[in-house]
């Protein structure tokens, strides 16, 4: 196993997390034993994960299960939040369109304006527009 002061620095799109120190297994050297050992710390309660990648890289992570499905969790809890603050700031804007009484924009250019998720969100709905006609 090697020391990797940059772990979490690989290209991931989640980049901003603290610094931290993890020992990498090269997948080459990953065996039998290893797996065993780490699923026996696992059911001991302990929750060390094993890491592994080449070229003192990590590239992947063998977790407990339960940790994946907090995980899970997490990831819908936050994807709910962020849906819900982006139909409540679409409700506002095309409140504020309504009543001003000027020329307004489409509701896809209105998502685009929203950032990222506005931009999937009109990406989906044209796509559901075109196969609507398409039908």
């Excluded at 090697?2 to 997390?17: I, K, M, Q």
Aim: hydrophobic fraction near 35%; charged fraction near 25%.
């Amino acid at each position: 196993m090697t020391h990797n002061s940059n772990a979490h620095d690989n290209g991931t799109p989640d980049a901003d997390l603290p610094k931290f120190s993890v020992n990498v297994v090269p997948a080459s050297k990953l065996g039998r034993e290893d797996l065993a050992t780490i699923l026996n710390t696992f059911r001991r309660g302990q929750i060390t994960p094993l890491i592994f990648g080449d070229n003192n890289r990590p590239e992947a992570v063998i977790i407990p299960f339960a940790a994946f499905v907090r995980l899970m969790k997490y990831d819908h809890t936050a994807h709910v939040r962020d849906e819900g603050a982006f139909q409540a700031e679409l409700s506002r804007r095309i409140q504020e369109s309504d009543t001003s009484g000027e020329a307004g924009m489409s509701v896809e250019e209105l998502a685009e304006s929203l950032g990222p998720l506005g931009q999937q969100w009109a990406d989906e709905h044209r796509a559901a527009q075109r196969e609507n006609r398409d039908e």
